[in-house]
C-alpha cells in the first residue's frame, strides 16, 4: 500500500495501523458524539460559507463508516468489487443532515463505528489483502487495509473539523 497522506490534516496512512482500526474508528466517533450532545455548542450551525456544520460531519461521518461496512463485506463475497461514490455531497440535502436530531446522529454514529469494527475485528489474514476498485477520487485498486486506515482518516480528520468549529465559537 503506498502511504497516503492527507495534505490539510497530516494524516500519514500507516497499513500496519488497521489491525487497530477498529477501536479508533469507536474512539473518535464516541468523541465526536459527545459534542453532538453538548447542548451548548450549537452543532447545528455552520460557522462559515462551504463548511458544514458539527451536526452535518456527524451525519457524513456515520454515513461513511456505514458505507465502509459494507464495502468491506462486499469485498469478502465479490472478488475485486468496483465501489460506486457513496455521493457524499449529495447526501447533505438529500438525507436532510442540517434537519436530523443530534442525538439520534450521535447514537447512530456511535452505533456504526461499533457495527463497523465488529466486521474489522473478524477478518483474518487473507482477508486483510482482499482488494477492491475505490473510484474516488481517483480510481485505484485498494486493500482492505487501506480501507480500514482511510476510515480512521474520516473519523480522525472530521473529529478534528467539528472540535476546531466548536472551540471557535
Excluded at 461514490?85 to 440535502?93: L, Q, S, T, W
Excluded at 481517483?138 to 480512521?152: K, M, Y
Amino acid at each position: 500500500m503506498d502511504r497516503d497522506r492527507c495534505d490539510e490534516c497530516g494524516f500519514v496512512y500507516v497499513p500496519e495501523e488497521s489491525d487497530g482500526a477498529g477501536p479508533a474508528i469507536v474512539e473518535s466517533s464516541l468523541r465526536m458524539a459527545a459534542v453532538l450532545r453538548d447542548p451548548a455548542a450549537d452543532v447545528a450551525r455552520r460557522r462559515a460559507t462551504g463548511t458544514w456544520s458539527p451536526l452535518e460531519y456527524g451525519c457524513h461521518l456515520r454515513d461513511v463508516i456505514l458505507v465502509q461496512r459494507e464495502r468491506v463485506l462486499l469485498a469478502r463475497q465479490v472478488e475485486r468489487p468496483s465501489l460506486t461514490p457513496m455521493g457524499r455531497d449529495d447526501r447533505v440535502e438529500h438525507d436532510g443532515y442540517s434537519e436530523q436530531l443530534p442525538a439520534d446522529v450521535a447514537r447512530q454514529l456511535e452505533d456504526a463505528a461499533r457495527l463497523f469494527a465488529n466486521v474489522l475485528s473478524r477478518l483474518g489474514p487473507a482477508d486483510w489483502e482482499r482488494t477492491l476498485m475505490y473510484n474516488f477520487p481517483t480510481t485505484s485498486e485498494r486493500s482492505l487495509r487501506w480501507v480500514a486506515v482511510h476510515t480512521l482518516h474520516e473519523a480522525r480528520h472530521h473529529l478534528a473539523d467539528i472540535e476546531r468549529q466548536v472551540d471557535s465559537s
